[in-house]
């Protein structure tokens, strides 16, 4: 169980910990630490195993016990082992080894377990600060993680995939992931809150007043112009170089997965939980599958089935159907089972951590893969594709900054882009409502004015970029405005949206006072960290 307070021993490491920092600070080389704890709260989110593309026992990583208490609730040694092992591998800690790898390890170890603890404090008391997150935002966040879309999309078969080599349920995943949104929120609030404006006087005690409206268009940077729109003629001239042949080739060899697909199974099942390593739950779960392979045996619709009697909510609803995926998607047991048995056969219970399946295999597919030669031609519809909607691109960005309207409405009008209201959303907001692009579409979106309505640049976001429009926030929702209207203050955001004047002591004001912020919710509560990880640390509690 976790120790209350730390020993001489752990006092003397954290005193010798604290002297190794403040030497290497005042060797210049304060880089090596900056915004450390920020990323580590405030970064994307962090899904350790999908990035590395490790489960937790080829990590090596114990799944039982408690690493530290936050007001009772726990932090498991499997959660800190996650964080260290993320944290470890990051360009940004591997300077640390500069400082010898003792130093090193303690350090990441500290960092990640007071991360893991502030993390939990944040989560209890944001709610208090009615920042909850919503239901709706953590499905939002989940389709757009990389690791879980297929072709641009939200595969759910990637996603249950993942749960299952993790070994965590959808509840388990959401809460974790909820607990980052939320702590990114509260990090975009103190961020807005502490920005020197020049009508910070009026804003400072009223952040969630200040709204702004826009219409955004998402760009495509890399397939604005369609492939489909590339004659055949353009590839022949194309392929006609060597310097594209050599294009064609690079692209080839750096993307043959695209043009080589792994053996597929589509399949149905129906899952019986059991609890693992209780006897009679297992028994009782096996039975019960028994007794439905049996039912589907003799002729009961198997997709009715599984709707009525699985235990799996990530397919239930879809009769059991778990569509196309390669090996390496589904625990060894489903798996084996998905790529050798017959299609159209019923599995007797088939036994995994989860509890037992019933199982049908609709279909496989077999693997297939394209030579050079054969993959050519699209190849280059691709490339010069991505020229020209990189040329695109580039001049309307140079229309933006010329501030030319009618270029800019002419390009939108060329390629049938469709704007996207976002609607009336606080600075504090972690992103536009709608249309997403994180701070720093926030930030631009609060600088626009109906006199200067375009963004004079675009907002970046991976292979697509945001171009903003400014729209006016309707008076009856738009507090600032209708207190201003009324003699009670000075118009903010959604009648003139000010000039931000940005200091270079913004980031260490926001530091500060976010840091002094932590500070009070960490005296205020009861925090103890297991002595085993207090000594591997330096820390039995949170400093």
């Known amino acids: 169980m976790a120790g209350s307070t730390p020993n001489s021993t752990t006092k003397q490491g954290l005193r010798a910990l604290r002297a190794n920092l403040g030497n290497a600070w005042r060797n210049d080389r304060r880089m090596v630490f900056k915004s450390i704890t920020a990323w580590i709260l405030f970064s994307g989110i962090i899904v350790v195993f999908i990035f590395l593309g490790n489960t937790p026992q080829q ?76 239901d709706a935002y953590v499905r939002d966040a989940i389709a757009e993680i990389p690791a879980f879309q297929e072709d641009g999309r939200f595969s759910k078969t990637r996603y249950l995939g993942y749960l299952q080599a993790t070994r965590q349920s959808p509840g388990e995943f959401e809460e974790k992931l909820r607990r980052q949104l939320g702590a990114n929120r509260a990090a975009r609030t103190f961020s807005a809150a502490l920005r020197p404006l020049a009508i910070e006087p009026e804003i400072v005690g009223n952040i969630e007043d200040r709204k702004a409206n826009v219409e955004a268009i998402s760009i495509p940077t890399e397939s604005l112009v369609l492939k489909d729109g590339v004659t055949a003629a353009d590839t022949t001239a194309f392929l006609a170089t060597e310097s594209s042949k050599a294009k064609v080739k690079s692209y080839f060899d750096s993307h043959k997965a695209d043009f080589t697909q792994a053996e597929r199974a589509k399949v149905r099942h129906v899952l019986v939980r059991a609890e693992k390593g209780n006897a009679d739950s297992i028994a009782a779960a096996k039975a019960k599958a028994e007794a439905i392979a049996a039912e589907i045996k003799a002729g009961a619709d198997f997709a009715k089935v599984a709707k009525e009697k699985s235990d799996d909510p990530g397919s239930k609803a879809d009769g059991g159907l778990i569509d196309f995926f390669a090996r390496g998607s589904m625990v060894p047991e489903f798996e084996t089972y998905a790529f050798s048995a017959k299609p159209g056969e019923i599995s007797t219970p088939i036994q995994t951590d989860f509890g037992f399946h019933v199982i049908r295999v609709e279909e496989r597919k077999p693997a297939t893969s394209q030579t050079l030669e054969e993959a050519q031609d699209d190849i280059a519809q691709i490339l010069i594709s991505q020229e020209r909607s990189r040329e695109e691109v580039a001049a309307l960005e140079k229309s933006l900054v010329a501030g030319d309207v009618a270029a800019v409405q002419a390009f939108v009008t060329r390629h049938k882009l469709m704007w996207t209201e976002t609607g009336a959303f606080p600075l504090s907001s972690e992103e536009l409502p709608k249309v997403g692009g994180g701070d720093e579409a926030v930030s631009t979106a609060f600088r626009l004015t109906a006199e200067k309505p375009y963004a004079p640049r675009l907002v970046r976001r991976g292979p697509e970029a945001l171009l903003l429009k400014y729209r006016a926030v309707p008076k009856e929702l738009n507090p600032v405005a209708t207190k201003a209207a009324a003699g009670k203050g000075k118009p903010g955001a959604g009648t003139e949206s000010p000039e931000f004047k940005f200091e270079s002591t913004a980031s260490r004001r926001i530091d500060e006072a976010f840091g002094q912020w932590m500070d009070g919710l960490r005296k205020s509560a009861e925090i103890s960290v297991s002595p085993e990880v207090g000594a591997r640390t330096a820390a039995a509690g949170p400093q």
């Open 59 to 134: 990590m090596g990583v114990s799944t039982g016990g408690t690493a530290a208490s936050v007001n009772g609730q726990i932090v498991s040694i499997a959660e800190f082992s996650e964080q260290v092992e993320l944290m470890g591998r990051d360009p940004r800690f591997a300077q640390l080894q500069q400082f010898g790898g003792d130093f090193a390890a303690q350090m990441i170890r500290s960092q990640a377990i007071q991360a893991l603890i502030d993390q939990r404090l944040l989560g209890q008391n944001l709610g208090k600060m009615g920042w909850e997150t919503a």
